[in-house]
């Protein structure tokens, strides 16, 4: 494949996992307004999915992904952020992350 080409996909396949984002954004407010449990947690993984796998086309590595992701929960847990004042939801879903 031409290296034109093959830029032009790329670019592509970026904007077009941008737009699945969006999807993704789009479909989790529906399902929360219509209280669907099940679409709230199917539009959740697909928006986790095509955030990982947008990351990855962006030449950020899964595992490298993870790990900013550690850090930022680190950080906010050490910042004190409200949702860990109020629930701990920092430092278990960082606890989460470290028993996968």
């Known amino acids: 494949m031409p290296k034109d080409l093959d830029v032009a996909k790329r670019a592509k396949v970026i904007e077009w996992l941008k737009t699945e984002v969006i999807d993704q954004v789009s479909r989790l407010f529906k399902a ?20 990982y796998i ?30 860990e004042e109020w629930y701990q939801d920092i430092s278990a879903l960082e606890e989460h992350m470290r028993k996968r």
Do not use: C, F, N
């Open 32 to 51: 929360l307004w219509e209280g669907s449990t099940a679409r709230v947690g199917d539009s959740l993984a697909s928006l986790i999915m095509s955030s």
């Open 54 to 83: 947008l990351g990855r086309r962006l030449g950020i590595p899964y595992r490298e992904l993870d790990d900013l992701l550690m850090e930022k929960l680190r950080k906010h847990r050490q910042e004190g952020h409200q949702l």
